[in-house]
């Protein structure tokens, strides 16, 4: 079976001739949750703002369901099922939760609204009670819940997310990665960049180390954290007994 997202040796960059990513090759099947971690200034925000269209790609490319995406602007991917949520700004913070949904959801015809919004809440009951509440207000906890929500409302075949735990408390991550488990289980791929190693790879079904913007090392979640080499040199987590 083929990948449902194929990212095949990627270039990518900010400026030309100065690649942050070199040669990348991922990919996703439909259900999993594909993990992408590796030390700071490994290029891992950078692949997924790439694949996203938000970095120009000077090589290599991205293909979803099958057709090559790697040229489509970044606006129009979203239509071609590929969504992704930003590690900040990533609600409107000065419109209601509801505003922030509605918005989102204006790719479908005007009488869907209303039915997906109403979707997303019975998916995130915090942003139900919020509802009127404005964005600005929310917990972080509460402000990547409405942002995965405004993505999900298009119902992406693939959900792209940039360090959804950062600067959250630890009541918050268990709640958010909790959430990014059931959109798994309702069939939405999922690829996930995180420096919080041990939650990530507690959820993930595969991962990838990524090392100076390419792929050093891939396997199950579970077993790269296991690994006392990888997990010491690149996760930063020395296991019990390594010598």
């Known amino acids: ?136 207000s929310l917990s972080g906890g509460q402000r990547q819940m409405l942002a995965c929500a405004r993505a999900l409302i298009v119902k992406p075949g693939v959900l792209m997310l940039d360090e959804p735990s950062a600067g959250l408390s630890p009541k918050f991550v268990e709640q958010v990665f909790a959430r990014l488990v059931e959109i798994r289980a309702s069939g939405v791929t999922i690829v996930l960049v995180e420096q919080n190693a041990r939650a990530a790879l507690a959820i993930g079904d595969r991962a990838y180390v990524l090392v100076e913007g390419r792929e050093a090392h891939e396997g199950p979640a579970r077993s790269l954290w296991d690994d006392p080499l990888i997990a010491e040199l690149y996760l930063g987590h020395r296991k019990e007994g390594a010598a």
């Not at 703002?49 to 602007?73: M, N, Y």
Request: aromatic share 4%.
């Open 1 to 136: 079976m083929s990948a449902l997202l194929s990212v095949e040796r990627l270039e990518a960059g900010y400026e030309p001739g100065l690649s942050i990513v070199r040669g990348a090759s991922i990919h996703a099947d439909k259900g999993e949750i594909v993990v992408i971690l590796g030390p700071n200034g490994a290029g891992k925000s950078s692949l997924i703002k790439a694949i996203a269209g938000l970095v120009p790609v000077s090589g290599g490319r991205v293909v979803l369901a099958g057709e090559d995406i790697t040229a489509v602007p970044a606006h129009l991917k979203i239509r071609k099922g590929l969504a992704f949520v930003p590690q900040t700004e990533n609600v409107f913070t000065l419109m209601s939760v509801e505003e922030n949904l509605r918005v989102a959801a204006g790719v479908f015809g005007d009488r869907q609204v209303a039915a997906h919004i109403e979707e997303m809440f019975a998916l995130f009951p915090d942003l139900a009670r919020q509802r009127r509440l404005m964005a600005g």
